[in-house]
């Protein structure tokens, strides 16, 4: 079982090089859905100092629908959004929930997932609880990790280092 990430049109290149890092430290695929805000050619990479983008495990795809094509049947979308109405915790996202991948879709900064997208499938929307009337929206790497530390939780954090000590180790 494999865990991906996917982001609608990303703008802000600080939020996709953090979610990028957050990728490559957790062996997800890390998919980006067409326009993009920014440059993500090796020059632009490199002058940006993301020396880990090597590691990252990255797919596009020019639009939504092409995708959704990519998805195999047994393959599980969850709709990352403040307007759902299942929390991300009372997913099922570990091996015995089923033999696809999961897939996790989260929207553009400024406005989300399309509208007629989300009333299309409300039944796949997950949202972080928050104070809605304090803030519009949490940052959206912050959302990617809690979301996938979540699904890794119920993995139980397969193929992780769950232990890192030091050459020289202080604690010891």
Same mark, same amino acid.
């Given at each position: 079982?494999?865990?991906?990430?996917?982001?609608?049109?990303?703008?802000?290149?600080?939020?996709?090089?953090?979610?990028?890092?957050?990728?490559?430290?957790?062996?997800?695929?890390?998919?980006?859905?067409?326009?993009?805000?920014?440059?993500?050619?090796?020059?632009?990479?490199?002058?940006? !100092?993301?020396?880990?983008?090597?590691?990252?495990?990255?797919?596009?795809?020019?639009?939504?629908?092409?995708?959704?094509?990519?998805?195999?049947?047994?393959?599980?979308?969850?709709?990352?959004?403040?307007?759902?109405?299942?929390?991300?915790?009372?997913?099922?996202?570990?091996?015995?929930? !089923?033999? !696809?991948?999961?897939?996790?879709?989260?929207?553009?900064?400024?406005? !989300?997932?399309?509208?007629?997208?989300?009333?299309?499938?409300?039944?796949?929307?997950?949202?972080?609880?928050?104070?809605?009337?304090?803030?519009?929206?949490?940052?959206?790497?912050?959302?990617?990790?809690?979301?996938?530390?979540?699904?890794?939780?119920?993995?139980?954090?397969?193929?992780?280092?769950?232990?890192?000590?030091?050459?020289?180790?202080?604690?010891?």
């Amino acid at each position: 079982m494999t865990n991906h990430i996917v982001l609608f049109e990303p703008v802000m290149p600080a939020n996709t090089g953090n979610i990028a890092r957050t990728a490559a430290g957790t062996n997800a695929v890390l998919h980006l859905i067409e326009p993009l805000g920014f440059d993500i050619s090796d020059k632009a990479v490199k002058r940006a !100092g993301l020396d880990y983008w090597e590691h990252v495990n990255l797919v596009t795809h020019p639009s939504l629908p092409d995708f959704l094509e990519t998805m195999k049947e047994d393959d599980k979308l969850y709709l990352v959004s403040k307007f759902a109405n299942m929390d991300y915790t009372d997913p099922d996202y570990s091996a015995a929930a !089923g033999a !696809g991948d999961n897939y996790f879709l989260f929207g553009k900064e400024t406005t !989300g997932l399309p509208e007629v997208f989300m009333r299309q499938n409300p039944e796949k929307a997950i949202r972080i609880p928050q104070n809605d009337s304090h803030i519009r929206s949490l940052n959206l790497s912050n959302t990617v990790a809690i979301v996938l530390f979540e699904a890794l939780r119920q993995q139980d954090f397969a193929e992780l280092d769950k232990v890192y000590t030091y050459e020289q180790d202080k604690l010891k």
